[in-house]
Every structure is written in structure tokens, then in C-alpha cells.
Nanobody
Framework: VQLQASGGGLVQTGGSLRLSCAAS????????VGWFRQGPGKEHEFVTV???????YYADSVKGRFTISRDNTKNTVYLQMNSLKPEDTAVYYC?????????????????WGRGTQVTVSS
């Protein structure tokens, strides 16, 4: 499967953005699809994942502000980000895991898309 992330941009504190992760080559529902981010000078950080059956998991830092969803008809996973903070500034990546079990370990994800930059100004 090939993944393409898009939707990043510049937004003020408290604003919203919706990121998209479009899949091609195979159905997005055949994978667990997660979002990771890498802020300036930081390591990759797990953000959220939607499992094959639709169950979702979130990092504590984004719980209640971010929502992951999937549209099988468009073969796309979305990340709705609300109440954005400067510390959310990062390059956001989507990734797909062929396994059935939940993981937030980036090394267990098999396919990665290019990142999209999100910048939150204070």
C-alpha cells in the first residue's frame, strides 16, 4: 500500500486542521493506520491509530483534542485536530501496520507516507 499525507499548514493557537492520509494499492481497512509526528529536535512520537475493526487509541497529549477516522469509500484516514497548541508543531506522518494487535511502536509499522508540516503559532 502507498500512503500520501496532506492537509498540513500554519494555524494559530486554538485553531483546527484536518489531515488526510490517502491510500492506494490496497484497501485502507486492511491495516491499522496510525499517525506519528516529529517536532523540531524531537524523536518520532505516536499520536493515534485506528485499528482494522475501527477501534481507536490516542496519546495522552492529544486525547480529547484530536480525532482519527476512516472513510473506506475514499480509502482515506483523517486526523481532525482541534484546540491546537504550539507544542503540536511537527511533521505529521501516517503509517500502516499489517498486524492485528495495537502498537505505538513506530518500528512495527510497515508502510509510511511522506510527512505534512503542521505549524501552530502562539
Amino acid at each position: 500500500v502507498q500512503l500520501q499525507a496532506s492537509g498540513g499548514g500554519l494555524v494559530q493557537t486554538g485553531g483546527s486542521l484536518r489531515l488526510s492520509c490517502a491510500a492506494s494499492g490496497r484497501s485502507v481497512s486492511s491495516y491499522a493506520v496510525g499517525w506519528f509526528r516529529q517536532g523540531p529536535g524531537k524523536e518520532h512520537e505516536f499520536v493515534t491509530v485506528i485499528m482494522r475493526g475501527g477501534r481507536t487509541y490516542y496519546a495522552d497529549s492529544v486525547k480529547g483534542r484530536f480525532t482519527i477516522s476512516r472513510d473506506n469509500t475514499k480509502n482515506t484516514v483523517y486526523l481532525q485536530m482541534n484546540s491546537l497548541k504550539p507544542e503540536d508543531t511537527a511533521v505529521y506522518y501516517c503509517a500502516a501496520d499489517r498486524d492485528y494487535s495495537y502498537t505505538k511502536n513506530e518500528y512495527e509499522y510497515d508502510f509510511w507516507g511522506r510527512g505534512t508540516q503542521v505549524t501552530v503559532s502562539s
